[in-house]
């Protein structure tokens, strides 16, 4: 069997089914890891994705160190069985920072490898892997005091993978923003934010320089008010149906009137994969499922006509 795996997908915690019905060629579970027959591909539900992972025979520890060695510096492990053993393997292997990160962060240039024990003589290893947190893990220094809610964390996340930030003199619009912590992390980066909801921000947000709030239903919220005033990022975070907040965004996309969207697509219940692949194909986005995601997926579109960069 080993000598068919072609890729392996880390299924966000709790969502190995979704993960498992949008792939083909599933030959093996180990845990969340979905071993698969196929090249790498997309997968919204996967945390992290191994391409082309390669399997290692090993007689001990060390040799197993030495084998991940030779093949490159840095290594994270996926441990769900052998615990021990695969931890004296970690323990030999030079050391990669895994304290929380500092918002905004610098990611390494290239995502640590990451490897995990098939059996007590069996590692599967991956030099190439899609996530640039450890196991598709985004761990931050968290900040008790500012933000309302932790929410903020999701935008975090959702805009260290973009690799772009608000900017001082850029206007942003947050529907679905009460509380307030993802208005609060707008503010923090410096840029203007209009926040939109039925439900009113924490004042301690509201009273921050550069938020404004309209208390109403985001959906009549159209891009002819903007006109005028061009709109550097959409953010959503609005609980509704998946399919209105697509027919809502397709007219936001269209107008072409805002560079940069983060928008999260929640699911009641089962996911709807017809409606998550929708959204991925609106040109230059992607969607996937992040660390501090729930029963949800994020849409990303950063760099629009006229932003300042697309690195992800
Ligand atoms: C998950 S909360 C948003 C949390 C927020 N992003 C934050 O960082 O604090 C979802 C919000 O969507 C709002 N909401 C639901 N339907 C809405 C609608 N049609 N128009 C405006 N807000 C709506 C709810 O009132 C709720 O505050």
Redesign the pocket.
């Known amino acids: 069997m080993t000598s068919e795996i072609k890729s392996a997908y880390l299924a966000a915690k709790g969502f190995t089914e979704p993960l498992l019905k949008e792939l083909n060629g599933a030959v093996a579970v180990h845990g969340q890891l979905v071993l698969s027959s196929q090249p790498a591909r997309k997968a919204h539900w996967a945390q992290n994705i191994w391409e082309n992972p390669v399997v290692l025979e090993i007689d001990s520890i060390n040799d197993a160190a030495n084998k991940l060695k030779s093949l490159q510096r840095n290594w994270c492990l996926y441990s769900h069985t052998l615990h021990r053993r695969a931890k004296l393997i970690l323990e030999k292997l030079p050391p990669v920072n895994s304290k929380p990160l500092s918002f905004p962060p610098s990611l390494p240039q290239v995502p640590p490898g990451t490897f995990t024990l098939l059996d007590e003589n069996t590692l599967l290893a991956s030099t190439k892997c899609s996530s640039p947190f450890p196991n598709g893990e985004a761990h931050f220094v968290e900040d008790k005091k500012g933000?309302?809610?932790r929410?903020?964390l999701k935008?975090y996340e959702a805009l260290t993978l973009t690799g772009m930030m608000p900017q001082a003199g850029e206007f942003c619009i947050?529907?679905?923003?009460?509380?307030?912590?993802?208005?609060?992390v707008i503010q923090q980066c410096g840029a203007e934010v209009l926040s939109?909801?039925?439900?009113p921000l924490s004042q301690s947000v509201a009273e921050l320089k550069g938020i404004s709030f309209q208390k109403?239903?985001?959906?009549t919220l159209l891009p002819e008010e903007f006109e005028e005033r061009p709109i550097d990022w959409l953010?959503s975070?609005?609980?509704?149906y998946p399919d209105k907040l697509y027919e809502w965004i397709l007219k936001w996309v269209e107008s072409g009137i805002c560079k940069n969207f983060v928008c999260?697509i929640k699911f009641k219940g089962e996911p709807d994969l017809a409606i998550a692949d929708k959204f991925a194909a609106i040109p230059d986005s992607r969607v996937l499922h992040l660390f501090h995601n729930k029963n949800e997926l994020t849409w990303l579109k950063p760099g629009g006509p006229g932003s300042k960069g697309n690195e992800k």
């Open positions: 933000p309302p809610n929410a903020y935008l947050d529907v679905g923003g009460s509380p307030g912590g993802w208005a609060w939109i909801d039925r439900s109403r239903d985001a959906f953010f975070d609005v609980v509704c999260t």
